[in-house]
Antibody, heavy 119, light 112 residues
Framework: QVQLVQSGSELKKPGASVKVSCKASGYTFRSYGMNWVRQAPGQGLEWMGWINTNTGNPTYAQGFTGRFVLSLDTSVSTAYLQISSLKAEDSAVYYC????????????WGQGTLVIVSS | NFMLTQPHSVSESPGKTVTISCTRSSGSIASNYVQWYQQRPGSAPTIVIYEDNQRPSGVPDRFSGSIDSSSNSASLTISGLKTEDEADYYCQSYDSDNPHVVFGGGTKLTVL
């Protein structure tokens, strides 16, 4: 079955970096774009951007440029989200989600990765 | 840029029908498809409606979606409410003028 499995929770200090992985299985990885969504504690969903898994070209939402990098390793069907210079406000659950239709239909989602930034 | 506005919370009794609205602030609601996601506590979102009114396989037919151009809004209707439907629901669309995905703020559904 189509599945996205994300890496485990992370506890980081302010100023550090984190790299979250999202491993896809059950479908042809390069056929569907991959999106990333942030959910701060007790808050709603916020789209961070997406990466074209065929070309590797990333697109970032406003507010997610500079410290955020989307990348791929197509040899292992995995997408990555790297955040540098972490701040306390980056503490959130980060989800990857496949674009199932090239029409912004997110299905399925990864289970989420909790990133906590605290000194 | 447009926003999608949802009621913060709704509540209804088991067996009843509830409708959650999602109003687009500018531009036509019909310009881009609307999706709806269910997020139960502690879990990742799952899609329940795509392309305004299409139901993925596995989603009960108690869930339905629609759009209304007169109110410039989309709606998610859940009939025959069950306690398991208690969750947060998010609408989502795409802004093709300023390419980015837009989520509504979410609606907490309580079934009591």
């Amino acid at each position: 079955q189509v599945q996205l499995v994300q890496s485990g929770s992370e506890l980081k200090k302010p100023g550090a970096s984190v790299k979250v992985s999202c491993k896809a299985s059950g479908y042809t990885f390069r056929s569907y774009g991959m999106n990333w969504v942030r959910q701060a504690p007790g808050q709603g969903l916020e789209w961070m951007g997406w990466i074209n898994t065929n070309t590797g070209n990333p697109t970032y939402a406003q507010g997610f440029t500079g410290r955020f990098v989307l990348s791929l390793d197509t040899s292992v069907s995995t997408a990555y989200l790297q955040i540098s210079s972490l701040k306390a406000e980056d503490s959130a659950v980060y989800y990857c989600a496949r674009d199932a239709s090239s029409a912004w239909r997110f299905d399925p989602w990864g289970q989420g990765t909790l990133v906590i930034v605290s000194s | 840029n447009f926003m999608l506005t949802q009621p913060h919370s709704v509540s209804e009794s088991p067996g009843k029908t509830v409708t959650i609205s999602c109003t687009r602030s500018s531009g036509s609601i019909a310009s881009n498809y609307v999706q709806w996601y269910q997020q139960r506590p502690g879990s990742a979102p799952t899609i329940v409606i795509y392309e305004d009114n299409q139901r993925p396989s596995g989603v009960p037919d108690r869930f339905s979606g629609s759009i209304d151009s007169s109110s410039n809004s989309a709606s998610l209707t859940i009939s025959g409410l069950k306690t398991e439907d208690e969750a947060d629901y998010y609408c989502q669309s795409y802004d093709s003028d300023n390419p980015h995905v837009v989520f509504g703020g979410g609606t907490k559904l309580t079934v009591l």
